[in-house]
């Protein structure tokens, strides 16, 4: 009878165990892979699972992988939080993929710690890193040369670089970047991209030896001593400049650009609140220091404030006020159009 007991008591046990890990809420998490997979998995997402008693999965993909499947998925939606950069973001935002963060968060909202140019509209996606497209240039060619450092996006005319500049195809947010920015100081906009294409045709091309958008490739063509200078992005000059190799990123007199990581409460999660919770503790101060120290990111929390030495390498403080923003609603109106245009006129 003893035995019989006891056989009853640990599957009940057994039972309740199962079930109990039945209940144990999944958190979906779509977003970048690679290092910045590997520094969620390993550093940030522990610390999570455990304060809230949750499975997070993270499903790995570029912005537009990761847009592509919340379209696929619209009926029947698989993910809880999807982060993209700032493009795919606000495309996300207009076909009805996001939700409210504002209205799933009390008046003391960590909404209200970002930069403006962070909180997306109708507070549908929050910025969760900053990270400034600009210029790259490996500094002891330019030394050795007794070049002045690049400056300016009209650096890219120069015809002392010719064959030794990398500007990534405009599939790729930083090419987009360099071409609206070549719109704007030539008389043009994002609603009139023509001056961009002009000068793109005429003065840069014959300087540019590869529109590769690949980092590695770039990295590469450094290394190689096959270009002095890029259009590129402050967090991969800071890891290509962590091996030791002599390259600096420059913030344009006419301003970098503010390539915003933004974070997608996902429409028809099934664990709303719980999507919630995990984009705020992004943006909570520890987590928005170790992203700004493994990733390069500048913060989005104005709040946060980053030791002298790790606030020179990234998007942070009086950097930040100078950044500009695209009008994202009109270039993805037209971006593919831009696209075959540059296909014909420029990466021919």
């Not at 400034?132 to 120069?158: C, H, M, Q, T, V």
Request: charged share 20%; aromatic share 10%; glycine share 8%.
């Amino acid at each position: 009878m003893k035995r019989k007991l006891m056989v009853c008591a640990v599957m009940a046990l057994s039972t309740a165990a199962t079930v109990q890990a039945q209940d144990k809420p999944t958190l979906y998490l779509g977003a970048y892979g690679g290092s910045f997979e590997s520094i969620f998995r390993d550093s940030i997402i522990p610390a999570f699972e455990k304060a809230h008693d949750v499975d997070i999965v993270y499903v790995p993909g570029n912005s537009t992988d990761t847009l592509a499947k919340l379209q696929a998925q619209r009926n029947d939606q698989q993910m809880d939080v999807a982060i993209m950069d700032d493009g795919p973001t606000y495309q996300a935002i207009n076909y009805g993929l996001c939700q409210s963060q504002a209205q799933a968060q009390a008046q003391d909202s960590s909404l209200d710690a970002l930069y403006d140019f962070a909180r997306f509209p109708d507070d549908k996606a929050a910025g969760i890193g900053i990270i400034a497209g600009g210029l790259a240039y490996n500094k002891a060619i330019f030394d050795e040369e007794g070049w002045a450092a690049p400056d300016s996006w009209d650096d890219l005319r120069d015809e002392r670089f010719a064959g030794a500049i990398n500007v990534p195809s405009i599939s790729n947010s930083y090419g987009l970047y360099a071409l609206v920015m070549m719109a704007r100081m030539n008389g043009g906009s994002e609603s009139d991209i023509e001056p961009g294409f002009k000068v793109f045709e005429r003065d840069i091309s014959p300087n540019v030896l590869s529109f590769t958008p690949s980092p590695g490739k770039t990295s590469e063509l450094y290394q190689n001593h096959e270009i002095v200078m890029s259009v590129w992005g402050s967090g991969r000059v800071q890891s290509l400049a962590d091996t030791g190799f002599p390259i600096e990123f420059v913030y344009p007199k006419e301003g970098a650009v503010a390539l915003v990581q933004g974070a997608c409460l996902v429409e028809g999660s099934s664990h709303a609140d719980l999507a919630q919770a995990f984009i705020d503790y992004l943006l909570t101060p520890d987590v928005q220091v170790l992203l700004a120290r493994e990733r390069g990111n500048g913060p989005t929390n104005k709040q946060v404030e980053l030791p002298e030495e790790l606030a020179a390498k990234v998007p942070y403080g009086d950097r930040v006020a100078n950044l500009v923003t695209l009008d994202w609603d009109t270039v993805n109106e037209n971006r593919q159009a831009w696209t075959n245009l540059w296909n014909r006129r420029i990466e021919r």
